[in-house]
């Protein structure tokens, strides 16, 4: 159902494959997220006037003060997440689709919370035009993750909290993961494991990443 949604040319082909071996020059070595990132037809998420940019290496406008996050940071936080094997995924800030996408290639279960409903809205109808059944999506306030869905084997943010939310490690099962950006300003990418009351954090990489907001939008 993929390519006969998608209407690739052989040219954007091309120019997706060579994103691609950009993210493995870049460091990107787990083989699954590649095919994923290779599999989903990035351009379906932007706006048709931003579709012939959807393959460069950058992050894109998807409308609210949102962004469509750069591929290599999206490949970064999937590969992080997938070290530790999750089934059962919890996706913090749904924006475009695209990250829920690549994951629902990857893990069982992708459960998908956004605070504006009409960027969930859309992201709904691209995740139903591409065929996956696997995804869940809710309209709610992020910080509070989806705790009747808990716990999670990983837990991936989408937008920088100055720190990880209480309720959102209670929601993450012994031995899950959280990806994560931190902090104002400076912002720092994270992998926080849950061994049994503690959590063992390692940086990743300096990022930069909107803020993690309350609240909903109608």
Same mark, same amino acid.
């Given at each position: 159902? $993929?390519?006969?949604?998608?209407? %690739?040319?052989?040219?954007?082909? #091309?120019? +997706?494959? &060579? *994103?691609? =071996? ?87 279960? $992708?459960?998908?919370?956004?605070? %504006?409903?009409?960027?969930?809205? #859309?992201? +709904?109808? &691209? *995740?139903? =035009? ?89």
């Amino acid at each position: 159902m $993929v390519a006969a949604i998608d209407g %690739i040319g052989m040219t954007s082909r #091309r120019t +997706r494959m &060579r *994103l691609i =071996q950009r993210l493995r020059e870049a460091g990107i070595a787990d083989e699954q997220v590649l095919t994923a990132m290779a599999d989903v037809p990035r351009h379906i998420f932007l706006d048709e006037a931003l579709s012939h940019r959807a393959y460069e290496d950058t992050a894109l406008p998807i409308g609210y003060s949102q962004t469509l996050s750069q591929p290599y940071i999206v490949a970064r936080m999937t590969e992080s997440l997938m070290r530790h094997k999750p089934r059962k995924v919890l996706e913090l800030g749904t924006g475009s689709g695209y990250q829920t996408a690549i994951l629902a290639r990857l893990v069982d279960q $992708v459960f998908s919370v956004e605070r %504006i409903k009409p960027l969930q809205d #859309r992201a +709904r109808d &691209r *995740l139903r =035009q591409l065929g996956y059944r696997n995804t869940m999506l809710k309209h709610a306030d992020g910080g509070m993750g989806w705790p009747e869905q808990g716990p999670f084997d990983g837990i991936i943010v989408t937008a920088a909290p100055r720190e990880i939310p209480p309720e959102l490690k209670d929601q993450l099962a012994d031995g899950g993961v959280i990806v994560a950006p931190i902090g104002e300003g400076t912002q720092m990418l994270v992998e926080m494991v849950r061994q049994g009351d503690r959590f063992e954090t390692r940086d990743i990489e300096p990022v930069r990443f909107v803020p993690l907001l309350g609240g909903v939008v109608r």
